[in-house]
């Protein structure tokens, strides 16, 4: 989902919340992808059929027009979008014997997989929520010398990918060169456990194009000895953002791992922010001409179409934001919004909350 489209949900998730009505009259229906609208204008005319059953005059009558109002809206669509669609209808008046109807159709950015109609005081938005949630990808190793576990953190969700034993033998009570010959042995197996480990994560991890970061766990040196003889490939090592030490390298590993790197996974947003704004503060201190700052100078820049990157804070007007962004879409320039939770992003709002990494200079 693109910044742009994350904003656009938000404000609207946020603004249906805000509804509340006085009884069970506002309705919801949701249209996974794929799904035939026509079957769901059906549906409809059933519910519409039903609410003649209702007792109080005023909320039979709110009821009926809400479902009116999205039967003429289903019968005028030829399929349901691309990603399914949510339809949501109802007197959202706050004062008794008033009227404000309103009917509202929402697209989402990413595939509506849940068929639901309701009519509640509310209306039904967690599918939309659950979409807001983080979906940036862990990769997650838990290994110890019996076994390793492979898995992604997907959001808030852990999957397993796969586990597997090492079948490496216990150590033996012989002495002498048994003892020397069998611990090589051992160690020579530990190795090709490493480097097998090592492998499959390759196959695993290397082609997500969202793996933000790798995480590392099992107990013992176990974890520290796969890193340095199993031979991953760099591009995974440079991923790796820790280490844990943890009791386990099953299922329950994984678990215990993503709990025990909360306070890296807390930090990736910021560090990415960070990154942003060091570029942006670096520049304008050594090459202030391919910079800008300030709402009037950075709208003459993107009139020019000179901006490369746009700097928004999350703190500026929402109408400020889109006038801008809509800007940035005209000269295909990348947005990235800035918040207030780092020493940057403050220093950023101060500056004004608006600023821009040129493409050229501009007189």
């Known amino acids: 989902m693109e910044e742009k489209q994350k904003t656009e949900l938000e404000e609207f998730v946020k603004r249906m919340k805000s509804y509340r009505a006085r009884h069970t009259e506002l309705i919801t229906v949701l249209v996974p992808k794929g799904f035939d609208i026509n079957l769901i204008t059906k549906q409809l005319e059933s519910e519409k059929s039903t609410a003649a059953n209702i007792k109080s005059t005023s909320t039979r009558k709110n009821v009926q027009e809400a479902l009116e109002s999205l039967i003429r809206l289903t019968k005028s669509m030829n399929q349901t979008p691309e990603n399914g669609v949510g339809l949501f209808a109802g007197n959202v008046s706050t004062v008794e014997g008033q009227d404000d109807f309103i009917t509202e159709v929402f697209e989402p950015p990413e595939e509506l997989n849940v ?11 967690d599918p939309f929520d659950e979409m807001l949630e983080e979906k940036d990808i862990y990769g ?52 090709e456990f490493y480097r097998k480990v090592a492998s499959v994560a390759k196959d695993e991890f290397f082609n997500l194009k969202n793996l933000k970061g790798i995480l590392v766990g099992g107990p013992g040196p176990t974890k520290e000895d796969f890193l340095k003889e199993g031979n991953l490939v760099t ?124 493409r050229f200079k501009i007189g």
């Not at 042995?185 to 530990?190: E, F, G, K, P, S």
Request: charged letters at 35%.
């Open 140 to 191: 997650l190793i838990t290994i110890e010398r019996n076994e390793a576990s492979l898995g992604l953190l997907i959001g808030k969700k852990i999957k397993m990918l796969q586990n597997f034993e090492s079948f490496i033998p216990g150590k033996t009570n012989k002495g002498g060169q048994s003892a020397a010959r069998y611990g090589r042995v051992r160690d020579t197996m530990a190795k």
């Open 115 to 125: 068929r639901l109609y309701r009519c509640d005081q509310t209306f039904v938005l």
């Open 235 to 358: 591009e995974l090592q440079e991923k790796i953002l820790g280490v844990k030490d943890i009791g386990y390298a099953d299922e329950h590993g994984l678990e215990l791992l993503v709990e025990s790197s909360g306070d890296l996974l807390e930090k990736q947003d910021m560090i990415k922010e960070k990154r942003i704004l060091e570029r942006f503060f670096n520049m304008l201190g050594k090459e202030p001409e391919k910079t800008s700052y300030g709402s009037k100078d950075v709208k003459r820049a993107l009139d020019f179409g000179a901006v490369d990157i746009l700097l928004l804070s999350k703190k500026l007007d929402k109408k400020l934001i889109k006038d801008f962004e809509k800007k940035a879409e005209d000269t295909s320039c990348k947005v990235e919004f800035i918040s207030d939770e780092t020493e940057e992003g403050v220093q950023f709002w101060n500056l004004g909350g608006v600023g821009a990494v040129l």
